[in-house]
């Protein structure tokens, strides 16, 4: 047993890190280096054609700083936590059949909980776009 536990620990020593250790500050140095070679050997011509703002080949039509309707920003944030909420249907559909039936009641209820938000989001009219 003691043969073991001596097995458990020499397997998670700081010393099987060290390859990811050093790959890392291999990474950073490399990343650094490049940076410093660009800034120091790159071509430093500043014209006002390379200064201007590039649209994808569109001549720049007014300010970009417009106000925008909430309803966008509404409408997404709705999406990412509608669509993360998928994102938990994955472990339950994996393991249903060993989470029985107190995995079913865990599920209902987290849908529940989704669908009283879906309808409490519908009753406030955060989808109705006729303002």
Do not use: C
Not at 81 to 90: H, K
Not at 109 to 124: E, Q, R
């Amino acid at each position: 047993m003691q043969f073991f536990i001596l097995q458990i620990n020499s397997v998670n020593s700081a010393a099987n890190y060290l390859p990811i250790a050093l790959q890392l500050i291999f990474a950073i140095g490399f990343i650094a280096t490049m940076m410093a070679m660009t800034h120091y050997f790159g071509p430093k011509r500043s014209t006002s054609d390379k200064l201007q703002n590039f649209e994808s080949g569109i001549e720049i039509k007014g300010n970009a700083r417009q106000p925008m309707a909430i309803k966008y920003f509404l409408v997404a944030i709705l999406f990412v936590l509608f669509d993360v909420e998928v994102i938990f249907f994955y472990p339950y559909a994996v393991n249903f059949r060993a989470l029985g039936w107190n995995g079913f009641v865990a599920v209902a209820t987290f849908v529940a909980l989704f669908v009283a938000g879906f309808i409490y989001i519908i009753k406030k009219g955060a989808l109705d776009w006729e303002d």
